[in-house]
C-alpha cells in the first residue's frame, strides 16, 4: 500500500474516531437535559456529608464491617449485571468497589444509576461488607449523581500519557494517574513539614510584596508591569531576601517566607518562570549556622515525607544521615579540574587556564566569575552526597560578607545534591558602606549589558544604615526540593499548573 494511502486511510480513522467521541458527547449532554427535565438536576445540589473517604473503609474494615457509612467519589468503572451491578468510586484518598442493587435502592433509582457515566460525581450510603471473592465493598442503599461528566476522561488502561496534555489539563492527569496525585500530597507535606519545623524553631513566617520597583536579591531578570492607578512601572519579585532583610533591622529575630518568585529565563527540567522560594534569616548567626540548620531540616523533611533519610533520584541513592561534607570552592574546583586557584593572582593568569582548559568566558568576567565557570564546568555534576561548597569569590556574591582572613571570598555556601544546587546561603553583608560599594558595582555591570545584575536600592541601603545584627540567611528552591522527596524527573512534574506555551491564542 502506498504511503498516500496509508495517509488517507489514517485521516479516516482519524475522522471516523471524532465522529463516534462527537456523538458520546452528545448523549452525556441529552442524559443532562433529560435529567433536568425530570426535575433530578445534579448542578442543582449543593452539599452532601461525607462520612469517610475509601481508604478510611479499608483501613478500619473490623470496626466498620456490617455499619452504614457514606463516600462522594467519581465513577471510574461500572459492570452492569441485570438487577445489580458493581462500580468504582474514586476520592481523594483511593479507590473503593460499590455494590449497587435494585431491590436496595429502588427501581427508579437503579434505572437513574444505569443510566450514569464513567466521570459522573456520586454520592454513595450503604453497608460496608465483603463480597463473595474477598473484596471490602459498600452495599449501596442510596446512591446520589452529585455532578454530570460532560466530557470522556481517557481510555482506563493507557491512561493519559502525553506529557504536553498532562501538564495543560492537570485536572485529568490528577484523575487518571495516582502516582501524580501522591506527588501533589506528599509536596503539601514537604511545606507543612518545613513549616512546623521551623516554627519549633522560633522561626515567625511573613509575607513580604511581590510587586517592586526594585527586583534585586538575586542574579536573574525580571518580568516587568505597569501599575496603571500609579502610573509607575513595577517589577515582579524575583528574590525574597531584600525585604526580609528589612524585618531583621526592625527586630524581628527570626523570620522566613514561602511564595512564588519570577524570573524571565528559559524553562528546562529543572526550571520555570515562575517557582516558589523559601527564604529564611537569622539575627546572630553566619553561614556555619546556615549548615546545620539545612542538615537537620533536610532530615527532618525527608523523614515526614518519605519515612526515611535515605533518598533515591533516578540512579542515585543520597544518605542524609551522615555529616555533609563541607568543601571550599577553590577546593573543589582543585580536586576535579586539577587548577589550583589559590596559585592564580591575576585576571590575566585566569584568563589564561580557562583558554587552556577550554572553558569559555566573556569580556566582563573577572577572575571570582572564572572560577565560578570552572565549578561549573567541571564540579557540580560530581556534588551526588549532599555536600556544602564554601567561600565564593566576592564578584559573584554581592551581598554577602567577606572573609576576614581572605577579603577576595566571601562567607557563603551553596547545598548541592544530586548534582544540582538545592540551597544558596550567606553570613548577610551588613556594612552599608562595602554595601554601596556593591551595588555600584553591580551597576557598572548592568551598564556593560549584564542585564541580571542588580539596582542600587537606596532603601534597602537606608534600612542597613539603621543598623543589621550580624545575621545568617538562605533561599531553598522548593520546587527541587519536592522533586528529590518524590523522585520526579522534572520540575514541571511538582508544580500542579507548570507554564506553557499558549495554544491558538489561549491556553489549553
Known amino acids: 500500500m502506498s504511503q498516500e494511502n496509508n495517509s488517507q486511510n489514517n485521516q479516516k480513522n482519524q475522522n471516523s474516531q471524532q465522529q463516534d467521541v462527537n456523538q458520546l458527547l452528545k448523549v452525556r449532554r441529552e442524559k443532562l437535559a433529560a435529567l433536568q427535565e425530570a426535575g433530578k438536576d445534579p448542578f442543582q445540589i449543593t452539599k452532601y456529608d461525607v462520612t469517610h473517604h475509601s481508604q478510611d473503609v479499608k483501613d478500619n474494615f473490623d470496626a466498620l464491617e456490617g455499619k452504614s457509612v457514606t463516600i462522594a467519589g467519581r465513577m471510574m468503572f461500572k459492570r452492569l449485571m441485570g438487577k445489580a451491578s458493581f462500580c468504582n468510586i474514586q476520592d481523594l484518598k483511593g479507590s473503593i468497589q460499590c455494590y449497587v442493587a435494585r431491590d436496595s435502592i429502588g427501581e427508579d433509582a437503579y434505572a437513574d444509576f444505569k443510566k450514569y457515566d464513567v466521570g459522573d460525581i456520586l454520592g454513595i450510603s450503604g453497608e460496608v461488607f465483603r463480597t463473595k471473592t474477598g473484596e471490602m465493598s459498600i452495599h449501596a442503599a442510596s446512591v446520589t449523581l452529585l455532578s454530570k461528566s460532560l466530557q470522556i476522561l481517557p481510555e482506563k488502561f493507557h491512561g493519559l ?92 529575630e527570626r ?152 577579603p577576595e571570598y566571601v562567607e557563603r555556601f551553596e547545598f548541592f545534591m544530586n548534582g544540582w ?44 544604615s539603621i543598623g543589621m545584627p550580624p545575621t545568617g540567611g538562605i533561599g531553598f528552591g522548593i520546587d527541587r526540593m519536592v522533586m528529590m522527596m518524590t523522585n520526579s ?11 506553557m506555551k499558549t495554544l491558538g491564542g489561549k491556553d489549553q
Open 161 to 252: 500519557t502525553d506529557t504536553d496534555t498532562r501538564y495543560r489539563q492537570r485536572y485529568v492527569d490528577l484523575i487518571m494517574n495516582a502516582e501524580v496525585k501522591d506527588t501533589f500530597v506528599k509536596r503539601s507535606k514537604v511545606l507543612s513539614s518545613i513549616r512546623r519545623y521551623l516554627d519549633d524553631q522560633g522561626f515567625m513566617e511573613v509575607e513580604t510584596p511581590m510587586l517592586v520597583s526594585n527586583a534585586g536579591g538575586a542574579a536573574a531578570r525580571p518580568f516587568e508591569t505597569h501599575f496603571n492607578a500609579l502610573d509607575e512601572d513595577l517589577k515582579l519579585r524575583i528574590s525574597l531576601e531584600l525585604y526580609l532583610k528589612r524585618l531583621i533591622v526592625g527586630g524581628m
Open 489 to 499: 524527573p522534572s520540575i514541571r512534574d511538582v508544580l500542579a499548573f507548570p507554564t
Open 255 to 406: 523570620v522566613y517566607e514561602i511564595g512564588r518568585v519570577f524570573r524571565n529565563e528559559g524553562l528546562d527540567t529543572r526550571h520555570n518562570p515562575e517557582f516558589t522560594l523559601m527564604e529564611l534569616y537569622q539575627a546572630y548567626t553566619d553561614y556555619h549556622g546556615m549548615m546545620d540548620l539545612t542538615e537537620n531540616l533536610y532530615r527532618y523533611v525527608a523523614k515526614e515525607v518519605t519515612g526515611s533519610e535515605i533518598l533515591t533520584y533516578g540512579e542515585h541513592r543520597m544518605d542524609l544521615s551522615k555529616p555533609f561534607e563541607r568543601i571550599t570552592m577553590v577546593d573543589a574546583v582543585q580536586k576535579y579540574s586539577g587548577v589550583d586557584f589559590n596559585e592564580i593572582h591575576t585576571l590575566e593568569e585566569a584568563r589564561a587556564i580557562a583558554r587552556e582548559k577550554h572553558v569559555e568566558f566573556e569580556e566582563r568576567h573577572r577572575k571570582g566569575d572564572i572560577l565560578n565557570l570552572f565549578f561549573e564546568e567541571f564540579v557540580e555534576e560530581h556534588l551526588i552526597q549532599p555536600t556544602f561548597v564554601m567561600d565564593h569569590p566576592i564578584e559573584i556574591s554581592p551581598l554577602t560578607k567577606k572573609k576576614p582572613d581572605n
Open 421 to 464: 544546587e538545592m540551597a544558596n546561603a550567606y553570613s548577610e553583608l551588613n556594612d552599608p558602606i562595602d554595601q554601596r560599594a556593591r551595588f555600584a558595582a553591580q551597576e557598572e555591570l548592568l551598564a556593560a549589558g549584564d542585564d541580571e545584575a542588580n539596582h542600587t536600592d537606596e532603601d534597602f541601603l537606608n534600612a542597613l
